[in-house]
Nanobody
Framework: QVQLVESGGDSVTIGGSLRLSCVTSGISLRRYCLSWFRQAPGDGREAVASLNVGGPNTFYSESVKGRFTISRDDVEKTLYLQMENVTPGDSGMYYC????????????????????WGQGTQVTVSS
């Protein structure tokens, strides 16, 4: 059974940095997609970044492009989100999500394509 466990959320000041982690287990496929979504109170779930495991593709939302980096440690089976120069708009609950297929530029941001989600980790950005 696929399991995703996020960690690393914290309170951080504007312009600061943070690294989120998502430990994955139970995935038997060689090619699949892992992504980060976030959700602020009262808002819908927003796709942040995506990575195709077994392939070269990464995708980013326009709001984080150039500031966030998604990566994966194959040995530790851990997905990361390195967040730089954060703003209050980056606040929210961050979720790791699993898609048992590859993501494409026209699918990666669709929450309905993901079959498993973690429990989330909270990021709060303030002055």
């Amino acid at each position: 059974q696929v399991q995703l466990v996020e960690s690393g959320g914290d309170s951080v000041t504007i312009g600061g940095s943070l690294r989120l982690s998502c430990v994955t287990s139970g995935i038997s496929l060689r090619r699949y997609c892992l992504s980060w979504f976030r959700q602020a109170p009262g808002d819908g779930r927003e796709a942040v970044a995506s990575l195709n495991v077994g392939g070269p593709n990464t995708f980013y939302s326009e709001s984080v492009k150039g500031r966030f980096t998604i990566s994966r440690d194959d040995v530790e089976k851990t997905l990361y989100l390195q967040m730089e120069n954060v703003t209050p708009g980056d606040s929210g609950m961050y979720y790791c999500a699993y898609n048992p297929g590859w993501c494409y530029d026209y699918t990666w941001s669709r929450a309905a394509t993901y079959t498993k989600w973690g429990q989330g980790t909270q990021v709060t950005v303030s002055s």
